[in-house]
């Protein structure tokens, strides 16, 4: 869909992109199989922008000849740059307080997961530090990391609680995402994960635990319209396949819509119970066996690849992705961001997601956009650059979108547009 609109003045527009990423929807939404590839190119594109929708996508030739230039306040030059939809990060957990650097060099000496946390590590240190932390504390982490997320380019995210593990702190935490969207320009997506882990005190007792969260922790989650989507972390040793069951059918009796954390470490046939409960969204999928991908294949449940984490725990296997696509899977990417994988920055998912999970450049970026906008149902306003979109566009130092996975380890982000406004806007550095 590119279509104008006559006799308005733009507020800003972007002209003579060696390449605009369209990410056009006719070519899918979301993208599934070769559509993946489907980038919807505009050679020497341009964008134009009123308040904080774009009102043209095409040419710069066509642009010029409908705005007359003098008129318009803010003209960016392009030229040899890429432009894209700004990114979609659909898989974070950033309400966290404290940090877990001194773990690498224990996972460097071999130690196992359960050793760390036996060593007073692992997400239960997490807990502990977040259930301390006030909420202005939680916000104020949070402000630094949007920031710096969305100085890679990300202009949306989903994010989670799951480190408070108790009816007051899982609250706290929700609390603290729904501020930060009011107080940040980028949109932060709420999702309750008091089913993250089960707390110290419920040591040997999940199923009490499941029930404060049936009965206690999702309806004031409802009533206070604290989030969106409700999530669980299915896992052997974690939550069975009947406690993520039971939850789910609770969140979705209140109105929240279902995901799941699936088949990460083994498989539990997570993949086969998300598309029993219509799972909007799943992430992981490391583990899942093929029948139960190819029932999600069936119901078109977004399978969200998070390559940062099996990157982090220094494992060999990642998501078989290429299987995904062959089986008519929308793959979304996203860098689930948590204290145990710490990356901001979706444009270093990408890379991972070429190098190890084998995506094409086209099919990394279209899981980074249309289809990460997918996977939190706001397809219908950002995720491609069309006109009734909202203006979220990144501008990166680099001619062509296979730079994003071609030149690794920095940040090529020139400027971000997030609501039709620049936010980021990065000057060359010169030392002379
Ligand atoms: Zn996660």
Not at 26 to 41: A, D, H, Q, V, Y
Not at 42 to 53: H, P, R
Not at 148 to 160: A, H, L, R
């Amino acid at each position: 869909m590119i279509k104008m609109k006559k006799n308005t003045i733009p507020d800003l527009v972007v002209i003579n992109a060696n390449e605009l990423i369209t990410m056009d929807t006719k070519f899918g939404c979301p993208r599934i199989g070769n559509s993946m590839t489907e980038l919807g190119i505009i050679n020497d594109g341009a964008i134009a922008v009123k308040d904080s929708d774009i009102i043209f996508v095409g040419a710069t030739s066509e642009l010029k000849t409908i705005y007359e230039f003098s008129k318009i306040k803010t003209v960016i030059d392009a030229t040899d740059q890429l432009v894209t939809p700004g990114f979609v990060d659909p898989h974070t957990h950033i309400i966290f307080d404290g940090s877990r650097e001194n773990e690498l060099e224990m996972k460097l000496e071999g130690k196992t997961y359960l050793e760390i946390l036996e060593a007073g590590g692992g997400i239960l240190k997490t807990v502990t530090a977040t259930r301390k932390a006030t909420k202005e504390k939680l916000v104020e982490n949070g402000l630094k990391i949007l920031d710096e997320m969305m100085s890679y380019g990300t202009t949306t995210i989903e994010t989670k609680s799951g480190y408070g593990l108790s009816l007051e702190s899982e609250i706290k935490s929700l609390e603290a995402a729904k501020q930060l969207n009011f107080n940040h320009s980028m949109d932060v997506i709420s999702t309750f994960l008091g089913a993250h882990a089960v707390p110290p005190e419920y040591e040997g007792k999940t199923d009490e635990y499941v029930d404060l969260i049936t009965s206690k922790m999702i309806p004031k989650v409802a009533q206070d319209k604290l989030a969106e989507f409700c999530d669980v972390f299915c896992e052997e040793g974690i939550f069975s396949i009947a406690q993520t069951k039971k939850i789910l059918n609770v969140a979705i009796k209140y109105g929240l819509k279902p995901q799941i954390h699936i088949d990460e470490i083994m498989d539990t046939n997570g993949a086969a119970l998300a598309a029993e409960l219509n799972a909007i969204q799943t992430g992981h999928l490391l583990k899942s066996n093929e029948m139960g991908l190819k029932a999600m294949a069936q119901k078109q449940i977004i399978a969200t690849l998070l390559p940062g984490t099996p990157f982090c725990l220094m494992l060999k296997d990642f998501a078989p992705a290429r299987k995904m696509i062959e089986y008519g899977m929308p793959i979304a990417l996203a860098t689930d961001l948590n204290p145990n994988c710490w990356t901001a920055s979706m444009q270093m998912i990408i890379v991972l997601a070429c190098y190890n999970m084998k995506l094409k450049p086209s099919e990394a970026l279209t899981a980074a956009t249309i289809n990460a906008a997918c996977a939190i149902q706001r397809q219908d306003k950002i995720g491609s650059l069309e006109v009734g979109k909202k203006a979220d566009i990144n501008i990166f130092n680099a001619p062509n979108y296979q730079f994003l996975a071609y030149k690794f380890g920095g940040n090529l982000i020139s400027k971000v547009i997030k609501n039709g406004k620049i936010v980021v806007d990065i000057q060359s550095v010169r030392m002379n």
